[in-house]
């Protein structure tokens, strides 16, 4: 259902997008998630949106540095990374569920589909 990409390697400030697949998502609405991992830490949150509405929903520590979007000729939810930090890195995952979760948006559990993940390195 959901596949992502866009990851890489770039300096700190430096600015990646990466991109959600969303093909198998027709009919109903959802909710989409991207999470990051870092080694050894927990999954968590980073942002989310809703296909019925757009509204979006943030970690604090991207706000202003990160915009999610859906890209509707592409059928993709995107997430626009601005001035990356090292603290940034990890691997990112999209994950999905139908309808709106708007309360529980920050937990893994909320979701019932999940992509592979996409690596992002942020160093000089």
């Known amino acids: 259902h959901l596949v992502e990409s866009g990851g890489g390697l770039v300096p700190p400030g430096d600015s990646l997008t990466l991109s959600c697949a969303t093909s198998?998502?027709?009919?109903?609405?959802?909710?989409l998630a991207w999470f990051r991992q870092a080694p050894g830490k927990e999954r968590e949150a980073v942002a989310c949106?809703?296909?019925?509405?757009?509204?979006?929903l943030y970690q604090d520590s991207v706000k202003g540095r990160f915009t999610i979007f859906r890209d509707h000729a592409k059928r993709t939810v995107d997430l626009l990374m601005n001035s990356l930090k090292p603290e940034d890195q990890g691997t990112y995952y999209c994950?999905?569920?139908?309808?709106?979760?708007?309360?529980?948006?920050?937990?893994?559990?909320?979701?019932?589909?999940w992509g592979q993940g996409t690596q992002v390195a942020v160093s000089s």
């Open positions: 994950a999905a569920v139908y309808g709106e979760i708007w309360p529980t948006w920050m937990f893994p559990s909320s979701y019932e589909y």
């Open positions: 949106i809703s296909s019925l509405s757009g509204s979006t």
């Open positions: 198998g998502f027709t009919g109903r609405h959802y909710t």
